[in-house]
């Protein structure tokens, strides 16, 4: 049984031929070597490989499934062929020196249904999933190796999930969860930290209100980091700009328990 | 015209628990919608406003293909128009309660629906484990059609047998 700094270091160090960075970006390092939109030739071949990347959690997917969602054709014939040639870019791109008639590594075939091996690939989505895990773990009796976990967390959120496929619908649930699981990472580690070093907490409240501008706690936290550092003013211009950004997007006051904080600044 | 067109939108809910001024416990819910193909987005702490939302979209949707319809008259443009307004009216109704149901109890709605789905018949009682659950292809679609339409079929000759023996009595 592995501590949890072993597990931490170990996931840390271990090392894959495949990375593929799906936050702010989307990136696909094979053997160091960073593949470029032109490798992958046509966009559906890289739409492909995004949904297979997207749908990784499921048992398989039906190839009917998939042409309906990427094709959105009714010309189920055309769509095979279609989804063929992309397919085929994909096993060209990720193992091009596969000869023909051999079992492909990392796309598996079962009957009609398909899915990405991800045994040998490592995906900033998975590790994010897991640093969190690990973190939320450390809370209770390791705060220092939280923290770092935490930290780690966040350097992975670079942005949205695969900011190219924004206007997809197959892609918008896992866009959705990743951003929830950033904004309360940024949440546990300004908590982690508002004492010891209040400044970095009230850059990270920055950084969670720049993705979502009501998120009421990250106000809460610069208001507490502020009056820690002594900076009042600035503490109750904070409390002023949640009070307006809940009052035109929502229509509410605050949280009793950020007007308490006002109070406190207040010195009531 | 193009005849399939979808729309689709993530509702991002927030509880806040909390004791207001009082010490009295009390529930908020915040809430943000997200039109995925036009990327538009939307705050609201009252369900109407989501709604409210949705169907602007969704009638910009209809409007937009139903007018670049080179082979539709005027009237014919206007009945769908008028149709897709209907349809929007029925969902607007329901889907607010839908929606509370669901938030207030999930596990028993999902129960409700299997029970629903236990009235049917033995063939199609089985109760579905959400972890079972996955999209439907268009096989599926057709498969199920089919043991409907089969099943359309039996019920009316069972119906048959039923008169025939009440008539007999």
């Given at each position: 049984m592995f501590s949890l700094q072993e597990q931490y270091n170990n996931y840390k160090n271990s090392e894959s031929g495949i990375r593929v960075y799906t936050l702010g970006k989307f990136e696909m390092i094979i053997n160091g070597i960073a593949l470029s939109?032109?490798?992958?030739?046509?966009d559906k071949t890289l739409q492909l490989i995004q949904f297979f990347i997207t749908n990784r959690h499921q048992f398989g997917l039906h190839k009917e499934i998939i042409i309906d969602r990427?094709?959105?054709?009714?010309d189920i014939d055309q769509g095979g062929r279609d989804f063929k040639v992309a397919l085929h870019g994909i096993r060209k791109v990720m193992e091009p020196n596969r000869k023909s008639r051999t079992e492909a590594s990392y796309i598996s075939r079962q009957g009609s249904t398909y899915k990405l091996e991800t045994e040998n690939i490592w995906i900033d989505a998975d590790a994010l999933d897991f640093y969190v895990k690990l973190g939320n773990q450390a809370l209770t009796s390791k705060k220092g190796l939280a923290i770092e976990i935490f930290n780690e967390v966040i350097s992975l959120?670079?942005?949205?999930?695969?900011p190219n496929r924004m206007?997809?619908?197959?892609?918008a649930a896992e866009r959705e969860r990743l951003q929830i699981q950033a904004l309360n990472a940024y949440m546990v580690l300004a908590e982690l930290i508002v004492d010891d070093n209040p400044r970095e907490c009230i850059r990270l409240a920055q950084s969670a209100l720049m993705i979502?501008?009501?998120?009421?706690e990250a106000y809460r936290f610069q208001m507490q980091a502020y009056l820690q550092i002594g900076n009042r003013p600035q503490a109750i211009k904070v409390y002023k700009k949640c009070v307006e950004v809940l009052d035109r997007e929502y229509g509410i006051d605050p949280l009793p328990e950020t007007k308490r904080i006002m109070e406190v600044i207040l010195g009531k | 015209m193009k005849t399939d067109q979808t729309s689709s939108f993530v509702i991002r809910f927030t509880q806040k628990l909390f004791d207001d001024t009082e010490g009295n416990a009390n529930i908020q819910w915040r809430g943000k919608i997200s039109h995925v193909q036009g990327g538009d987005q939307t705050s609201f702490s009252e369900f109407e406003d989501a709604i409210e939302f949705m169907q602007s979209k969704l009638s910009e949707m209809t409007v937009a293909s139903v007018e670049s319809a080179?082979?539709?008259?005027k009237e014919e443009k206007e009945g769908l128009i008028s149709k897709s307004f209907d349809i929007w009216k029925k969902v607007s109704k329901s889907a607010p309660k839908l929606m509370l149901d669901v938030l207030k109890d999930p596990k028993g709605q999902v129960t409700q629906i299997q029970e629903q789905i236990s009235h049917v018949?033995?063939?199609?009682?089985q109760k579905i484990e959400i972890d079972d659950w996955r999209m439907a292809s268009k096989s599926d679609f057709k498969t199920m059609m089919s043991t409907i339409s089969q099943m359309a079929k039996e019920i009316s000759s069972l119906n048959k047998k039923v008169d025939k023996l009440s008539k007999k009595k």
């Open positions: 939109d032109k490798d992958w030739g046509r990427i094709w959105d054709v009714d959120y670079h942005g949205i999930y695969l206007y997809e619908d197959w892609s979502d501008n009501t998120w009421e | 080179p082979d539709k008259t018949g033995d063939e199609i009682s």
